[in-house]
């Protein structure tokens, strides 16, 4: 399901660290998937925000703001300069936004992983889903750095095949990391021995890696970096992804 909407515009998009879809499309509208029940309050909401400080600034109206997604629309306000939400202003906004999320709270080279500390609890991860939710529902803004298994297990759950894992493990590595690895999976018998105990040790294998226990080895070590490291942020994203998110993707559209 997101494979099929990242796929189809990664290829005009592959310079870029998001995706834009036209914000004006119906399909984008929140409020158009849910059932007839749900009152509609097109009530807008206002967030003031200062250029350089995006990040903090959302995350604190995020985390007091009594926002439902699927009743109310952001509209941002910039110290030095006006916009409406449907404006570049927001769009700005949620780039900044990303941006600071990618450097303070997510790891790797290519593809980027959620990263837990201590000042992140439940509440502050649910207020960047929320930031998600909005960017993409106002604006069709999907960061694509957060790497796509971590958004398909956020949205439907879905388990990971064991090639996806790695490929996505791979792209999230540093050059030279990356490369021993791939040369350790590919040609076993070449690497270096020091090299290869220093790296795989510096993502915390606990067996020495051998020619017969590789493959199996490096599967493991992907799945503790692609899966379990993040299962917190996936705990604390998938009710709101799953609920707000998935019926706006392609596949969930009616």
């Known amino acids: ?6 796929d189809s515009m990664l290829d005009q998009h592959s310079s870029d660290n998001e995706i834009l879809f036209h914000p004006g499309d119906n399909h984008f509208n929140m409020t158009s998937e849910l059932d007839d029940t749900v009152p509609l ?5 206002k967030v003031i925000v200062k250029r350089g400080h995006v990040f903090d600034d959302m995350m604190n109206y995020f985390l007091d703001a009594n926002f439902d997604p699927r009743l109310n629309q952001l ?11 449907a404006g570049s202003v927001f769009r700005d906004v949620v780039s900044e936004f990303w941006e600071t999320f990618y450097i303070k709270h997510t790891v790797g080279s290519d593809i980027k992983i959620p990263t ?28 694509i750095q957060l790497f796509e298994v971590f958004l398909q297990r956020c949205i439907d759950g ?45 993502y915390e294998a606990r067996i020495m890696p051998t020619k017969d226990n590789i ?3 490096v599967r493991d070590i992907s799945h503790h ?23 706006l993707l392609p596949k969930h559209r009616t």
């Open 1 to 6: 399901m997101l494979s099929v909407l990242l």
């Open 41 to 45: 309050n097109e009530s807008v909401k």
């Open 75 to 85: 509209q941002v306000e910039l110290v030095s300069e006006r916009g409406e939400d």
């Open 116 to 143: 837990t500390v201590h000042i992140m609890r439940r509440e502050h991860w649910e207020a960047v889903a929320k930031v998600l939710i909005c960017g993409y529902e106002q604006e069709g803004y999907l960061p």
């Open 158 to 202: 879905k388990d990971v095949q064991d090639e996806q894992l790695l490929n996505t493990f791979l792209s999230s590595l540093p050059t030279m990391d990356r490369e021993i690895f791939e040369m350790a999976l590919n040609d076993f018998d070449s690497m270096d021995e020091e090299d290869l105990y220093d790296v795989f040790s510096s």
């Open 215 to 217: 493959r199996n080895l």
């Open 225 to 247: 970096q692609i899966v379990q490291k993040p299962s917190f942020v996936t705990e604390c994203w998938s009710p709101l992804l799953h609920c707000y998110l998935r019926p």
